[in-house]
């Protein structure tokens, strides 16, 4: 299973972005996806996640600027990212909760993909 990241680059303030996240390989099916991000002298912090339903939480500090979504069919998580500011600046992970069968039965495991860096300076 590899998770593909894509979509990051060099914005200005107030501008927007959208990452991708398509999930590949013996997939039965996906749980939670969800992006992360890491900044240069920080931890690791959930930005957003969905459920496979559609359920979805968001950091305080991104709420009302970016929303996730995915695709079950295409096994892909989406970020949209409007009013970016400095402090968005950071490396985005994608997450996925992923069932694969195993034998006689189901093996589940947190996959992540490659990161993406996205930048927001003038």
């Known amino acids: 299973v590899q998770l593909q990241a894509s979509g990051g680059g060099l914005v200005q303030p107030g501008g927007s972005l959208r990452l991708s996240c398509a999930a590949s390989?013996?997939?039965?099916?996906?749980?939670?996806m969800g992006w992360y991000r890491q900044a240069p002298g920080k931890q690791r912090e959930l930005v957003a996640a969905?459920?496979?339903?559609?359920?979805?939480n968001s950091a305080d500090s991104v709420k009302g600027r970016f929303t996730i979504s995915r695709d079950n069919a295409e096994n892909t998580v989406y970020l949209q990212m409007n009013s970016l500011k400095p402090e968005d600046t950071a490396v985005y992970y994608c997450h996925a909760n992923i069932l694969r069968r195993r034998g006689l039965g189901y093996r589940q495991d947190d996959y992540w993909g490659q990161g993406t860096e996205v930048t927001v300076s003038s």
């Open positions: 969905i459920t496979s339903d559609g359920s979805t």
């Open positions: 390989g013996s997939i039965y099916s996906i749980n939670d």
